[in-house]
Nanobody, 115 residues
Framework: QVQLVESGGGLVQPGGSLRLSCAAS????????MGWYRQAPGKQRDLVAI???????NYADSVKGRFAISRDNAKNTVYLQMNSLKPEDTAVYYC?????????WGQGTQVTVSS
């Protein structure tokens, strides 16, 4: 059974940086896609960034040039480096891992950007 463990959220001032991590535990699986979504209070869950097994990436327009997604296949881990954070980046960030046709979600980690 595959489990996802997220870490790295917290409180940061505008202009600051945070790095999120999401590790998939278990064995005998091949991860096709890894990514991050976020959900602000009262809003829908939206794509932040995604990376496939060929290291092709896709970003939401609102984070392009500020966020960078990467993955370590040996560790089954995906990272989200977030720079130049803005108050509007405040949300719960969820990790997504796609195994074939199976989608797994992390428990979510809170990111708050405030002075």
């Amino acid at each position: 059974q595959v489990q996802l463990v997220e870490s790295g959220g917290g409180l940061v001032q505008p202009g600051g940086s945070l790095r999120l991590s999401c590790a998939a535990s278990g064995s005998g699986f091949s991860i096709r896609i890894m990514g991050w979504y976020r959900q602000a209070p009262g809003k829908q869950r939206d794509l932040v960034a995604i990376i496939d097994s060929g290291d092709n990436t896709n970003y939401a327009d609102s984070v392009k040039g500020r966020f960078a997604i990467s993955r370590d296949n040996a560790k089954n881990t995906v990272y989200l480096q977030m720079n130049s954070l803005k108050p509007e980046d405040t949300a719960v960030y969820y990790c997504l891992v796609v195994l074939g046709t199976l989608e797994l979600w992390g428990q979510g980690t809170q990111v708050t950007v405030s002075s």
